[in-house]
């Protein structure tokens, strides 16, 4: 018997996962068809694993988390949408915290951790190094680059970007709906947030519809963005406005690797 056999006794394997050797799952835990998973990765307790979904080497799993989760679409869903997704694919070296869920669709490259309780939806890439904090909600149809920090309970609505070395700090609200909700007007305008390279966002700050805010640009904490940040300029207030340049020594050019 393999380790995944001797540690899983009490785990469900469906006969076509495929696990390499190295592979602790932990008992309780559920492993759907066509499962696919890496060298040396350790798989917690209760998890569950959807049908199809690849899992890097050297990847944890905590305790209760699910991967591959299908999306639900409500009768007045704006976004989501029924049609056959891709395979969730985790990279190498990820973390995956307690309670997380991570749609089927979605793409995360290695050496990503998602805290505990994070959510990601489907259509969602992130690129390597990232960390996703403790109660982050990613939306779906976002694109997230490498070497970004995403931190406690912070919400990312669906159809935004955000560049590389981005950094959002706890509870900052992203928006994509200037309806509010209301009139079929709304779903020709949906349009989610935009972080250029190196920008970084204070704490509580909340971000309206369709906004983009430039490279290495800083937003104040508890500012209300309404407008376009320019490029390298620290703005404040509500609404948020221009006061000064970032100084040089902050831009994410002139920090170590």
């Known amino acids: 018997m393999n380790d995944s056999e001797q540690q899983g006794a009490r785990a469900v394997i469906d006969p076509s996962a495929v696990l390499a050797p190295g592979v602790s799952v932990d008992h309780g835990a559920v492993i759907g068809p066509g499962v696919v998973i890496g060298e040396g990765t350790v798989i917690g307790c209760h998890v569950v694993v959807r049908e ?5 080497r050297g990847v944890r799993i905590d305790d209760h988390a699910v991967l591959g989760k299908l999306p639900m679409r409500a009768a007045a869903s704006a976004i989501t949408r029924e049609r ?9 070296g990820c973390l995956v915290g307690a309670g997380a869920v991570i749609y089927r669709g979605a793409r995360i490259a290695g050496q990503v951790m998602i805290a505990d309780l994070a959510t990601v939806r489907e259509d969602v890439s992130i690129g390597e190094r990232t960390i996703v904090g403790r109660g982050v909600t990613i939306e779906n149809r976002v694109t997230i680059g490498p070497r970004c920090k995403i931190e406690t309970e912070a919400y990312i609505t669906a159809l935004s970007e955000i560049g590389e070395g981005c950094f959002i700090a706890p509870s900052v609200c992203f928006t994509n709906d200037n ?12 349009k989610g947030v935009t972080l250029e390279r190196g920008a970084r966002v204070g704490a509580n700050v909340t971000c309206l519809p369709g906004i983009t805010i430039g490279a290495d640009a800083l937003v104040a904490a508890g500012a209300i963005v309404t407008r376009d940040v320019p490029a390298r300029m620290i703005v404040m207030g509500q609404p948020a406005r221009p006061v000064r340049p970032v100084p040089e020594e902050q831009l994410l050019d002139n920090q170590e690797p």
């Open 84 to 92: 056959e997704l891709p395979p969730l694919e985790i990279g190498d």
């Open 179 to 190: 309806f509010l909700g209301r009139t079929k007007e709304r779903f020709r305008h949906h």
């Open 52 to 56: 199809g979904t690849r899992i890097g």
